[in-house]
């Protein structure tokens, strides 16, 4: 029969939780090149509206993967950085592009 695993007890589970969804891994990798303002951020990632990029936004910046700063400039001004959390995730963000240029290559699990 099936186990009865718990969400809380599998932190594969608890990672999945934070940058599961269509666009939170999209925006990690952006910013994953350095910090960017919202409108280059938007452009990097075209086909998302600025009403869900603001709500991934804050669920990113809530659960302490990116940090928001401010300045209070005219017109204002917002840029948006990984944390040092949110940076260590860049070696899983790494594995994952290159499996998936691997399984496209035909290399099977095997061979890695």
């Known amino acids: 029969?099936?186990?009865?695993?718990?969400?809380?007890?599998c932190p594969?589970?608890?990672?999945i939780a934070l940058i599961g969804g269509r666009w939170k891994v999209i925006i990690l990798h952006v910013l994953s090149k350095?910090?960017?303002?919202?409108g280059?951020?938007?452009?990097?990632?075209?086909?998302?509206?600025?009403k869900v990029l603001t709500e991934q936004l804050r669920e990113l910046e809530a659960d302490g993967l990116?940090?928001?700063?401010?300045?209070?400039?005219l017109p204002p001004k917002v840029e948006y950085t990984l944390t040092a959390f949110g940076k260590s995730l860049c070696p899983l963000l790494s594995y994952i592009s290159a499996w998936k240029r691997d399984?496209?290559?035909?290399l099977s699990s095997d061979s890695l």
């Open 103 to 106: 399984s496209e290559a035909g």
């Open 40 to 50: 280059e951020i938007i452009v990097r990632v075209p086909s998302i509206s600025r």
């Open 1 to 9: 029969m099936g186990s009865n695993l718990n969400m809380a007890e």
């Open 66 to 73: 990116i940090s928001r700063v401010e300045y209070k400039t």
């Open 12 to 15: 594969a589970m608890e990672t």
């Open 34 to 38: 350095g910090t960017r303002r919202f």
